[in-house]
Structure formats: C-alpha cells, structure tokens
T-cell receptor, first 112, second 113 residues
C-alpha cells in the first residue's frame, strides 16, 4: 500500500528562524514528489515538484531535497515569516497515473 | 494564482437535501479531480476525469456522483446529503502527464445537519 508519512505533526517556531520538515514514503513505482502549502480553509498550492533524478529544488525561501534511495524528502524553510504559518503537505505520485498519495501534513505556526 | 473556481465556498444544509458543488477551470486542462479532506487529515481522491465524458471513481468510496460534459466544468452531486458527508471538498485540475502540476481550487466546506 502506498503511504506518505510526515514529521513532525506540528511545529511552532519564532519568526526569522529556519526549520526543516520531513517526509518518508513507500510509493512504488516512484514518479515524482511534491510539496504543497495549504492555508487554513484553502486549497493546496504547489511549492516544488521533483522527479527521480532531482535531489534538490528551491522556490524562494523553500528548498526541498529528495533521496530516492532512502525514500525520504525534506522541506527547509529559511528565515521564516508569519505568512509561512500553514500546513505543508508531502505528496507522491506513482507510475504514469496522475493519482497522488498525500501525507497528513505538518502544521507550522510562526510566531513573533 | 490558479484559475480554478469552486462554489459555494461554504454550505450548511439539512439531511436528505440534494446538493451540487460546482468546479470550473479556465486553463483548458483535460484532467480534473475531486478530493475530500477532513480537518487535520490527508486528502483522499473521490473522483477524477481525464476528459469530456470520462469519469472514474477514486481511491475513497463516495456516495457522490460527477459529470464532465464540458472541459472546463466538473460538478459533484450528492443526491441525499447525510451528516457523514460533512467535510471539505477540493477540486483540482492538471494537464499532461503525471509529472505535471495539479492546481487546486479554494474548496467547499460542507456541513450537513
């Protein structure tokens, strides 16, 4: 069964600090891994998409890494801002289908 | 910002009522999806369509039905709403192969009393 597990479940950090969110997956055959940001009551918005051959990808202050051998990914947020408060969801696509396996997300709260 | 729209954004309705959740996209995407998400939980695919007149059930069993008569429109219907249908419903669309982006709408928060 395809699964995506994220840690921590929730995280509180001070504005300006960095943080790293983790994602482990057991999806086969692997196609790509995505990180989404979901604000409360809104739809997810894509941050990065990485295929098997990519091991890092950045989008502004967001940097995602992928280790396809260990089936792990991380999302690093640099110099956090209050607007970064949201759920961050790791999503993995299997094979050639467009169907995705979603993690439950990490709830990040950035405070003053 | 993706051009995908959902209405209504919030709906409170009594048990037994028929409801239709609307989803439209102006990007010309061939693939469209409906997801269900309970608070703090992961998204589950309930329906998808790879083109006009093509609809399939997703991984999570749902009593809802969908139709795809036009490329840009993918409505979801519940014939008789029940409290167990209370959830957030998210519509998404994409174009091309699996590596391509899925763009999500803002969601409809449904409460059945």
């Amino acid at each position: 069964k395809n699964q995506v597990e994220q840690s921590p479940q929730s995280l509180i950090i001070l504005e300006g600090k960095n943080c790293t969110l983790q994602c482990n997956y057991t999806v086969s055959p692997f196609s790509n891994l995505r990180w989404y940001k979901q604000d409360t009551g809104r739809g997810p918005v894509s941050l990065t998409i990485m295929t098997f051959s990519e091991n890092t990808k950045s989008n502004g202050r967001y940097t995602a890494t992928l280790d396809a051998d260990t089936k792990q990914s991380s999302l690093h947020i640099t110099a956090s801002q209050l607007s970064d408060s949201a759920s961050y969801i790791c999503v993995v696509s299997a094979g050639t289908a467009s169907k995705l396996t979603f993690g439950t997300g990490t709830r990040l709260q950035v405070t003053l | 910002e993706a051009d995908i729209y959902q209405t209504p954004r919030y709906l409170v309705i009594g048990t037994g009522k028929k409801i239709t959740l609307e989803c439209s996209q102006t990007m010309g995407h061939d693939k469209m999806y409906w997801y269900q998400q309970d608070p703090g939980m992961e998204l589950h695919l309930i329906h998808y369509s790879y083109g006009v007149n093509s609809t399939e059930k997703g991984d999570l069993s749902s009593e809802s039905t969908v139709s795809r008569i036009r490329t840009e429109h993918f409505p979801l219907t519940l014939e008789s709403a029940r409290p167990s249908h209370t959830s957030q419903y998210l519509c998404a669309s994409s174009h091309g192969p699996a590596t391509y982006e899925q763009y999500f709408g803002p969601g409809t928060r449904l409460t059945v009393t």
